[in-house]
């Protein structure tokens, strides 16, 4: 399946500022993901964290579900539905 995501993998990286804390998402060659902003650091790093760790968990996902699919198990059905949620 065609992704447009960024490849590579993806980190989370602390910056703290005069007035909070954001955490950036970055490639390990430094191009920016995204930027997560909170007052709250640990909500802050747990965002970024869940964020970098998508690329992951989205190819763990398709092999489970194409391991699953003969199955025909209700939950193919949810599986599904997040693919389609990160991808459409």
Request: net charge positive; aromatic share 6%.
């Amino acid at each position: 399946m065609e992704t447009n995501f960024t490849k590579g993998e993806w980190v989370g990286i602390t910056v703290t500022t005069p007035n909070g804390f954001f955490e950036r998402v970055t490639i390990k060659d430094g191009e920016s993901i995204c930027n997560v902003t909170t007052r709250n650091s640990k909500r802050a790093k747990a965002n970024s964290k869940l964020i970098a760790a998508a690329p992951e968990m989205y190819e763990t996902l398709i092999k489970v579900k194409e391991w699953l699919i003969d199955m025909n198990l209700p939950i193919i059905d949810n599986i599904e539905k997040a693919i389609k949620k990160a991808t459409e």
